[in-house]
């Protein structure tokens, strides 16, 4: 089965496109000038992901219309696969450790939650010594090929911890959610607040 997901760069390319937008559908013309593929490696592609059962199609008007298909049995696990490598994560994770100063950064909100679309913006905590000016440049590096806004809260150490000891409300309800560390884990959240 990991064969006929994984053998060609062209699979990895339709997939990466169907994966990171699965509410999205595209014809095949679209696939091929949004991946860059010639329109015959798209159509042989897609046809193998249907087969799979990876793809579901349906027409409107004269085409065909192809969108992953959610109940796939390893759709979750595919989606976080091509997340962490191609994705939202993974430019975002890059952007981050490229900058200085950062204790901790993770995604909350829709995202983390699983629950976004392509409109949802993207809720970010960071957790540094950096100037707000730093890391909205560091940001602005993820946020063009990510065609998604970041919206971010940062706070110091000191700051993270004082609230979080409080109680702050608005750091309790991002703390008690899901989450997606881009630097740091549990463990550096732990260790921050104690």
Same mark, same amino acid.
């Given at each position: ?36 593929l010639p329109i015959r490696a798209v159509q042989r592609e897609v046809q193998r992901l249907q087969t799979l ?13 192809y969108r992953v298909n959610r109940d796939f049995f390893l759709f979750p696990e595919l989606k976080n696969i091509? $997340?962490?490598?191609?994705? /939202?994560?993974?430019? !975002?994770?890059? *952007?981050? &450790?490229? @900058? ?29 010594? $950096?100037?707000?000016?730093? /890391?909205?440049?560091? !940001?602005?590096? *993820?946020? &063009?090929? @990510? ?10 150490p000191e700051e993270f911890r004082a609230k979080a000891q409080t109680g702050d409300g608005f750091l309790h ?8 560390? /881009? ?12």
């Amino acid at each position: 089965m990991l064969e006929l997901l994984f053998s060609s760069t062209a699979r990895v390319k339709v997939l990466a496109l169907l994966l990171l937008n699965p509410e999205t559908s595209f014809y095949q013309r679209e696939l091929s000038a949004l991946t860059g593929l010639p329109i015959r490696a798209v159509q042989r592609e897609v046809q193998r992901l249907q087969t799979l059962g990876l793809l579901t199609s349906f027409a409107r008007g004269n085409q065909v219309h192809y969108r992953v298909n959610r109940d796939f049995f390893l759709f979750p696990e595919l989606k976080n696969i091509f $997340l962490k490598t191609v994705g /939202l994560t993974a430019l !975002l994770g890059d *952007a981050l &450790k490229g @900058a200085e100063n950062i204790a901790l950064a993770f995604i909350y909100g829709s995202y983390a939650a699983d629950q976004e679309s392509t409109a949802s913006d993207i809720d970010l905590l960071v957790v540094g010594t $950096l100037s707000s000016r730093a /890391l909205h440049t560091t !940001l602005q590096k *993820a946020e &063009k090929p @990510a065609h998604r806004q970041i919206n971010y809260v940062l706070f110091s150490p000191e700051e993270f911890r004082a609230k979080a000891q409080t109680g702050d409300g608005f750091l309790h309800n991002v703390l008690a959610g899901p989450k997606v560390f /881009l630097i740091g884990d549990e463990d550096a959240l732990r260790t921050l607040i104690a």
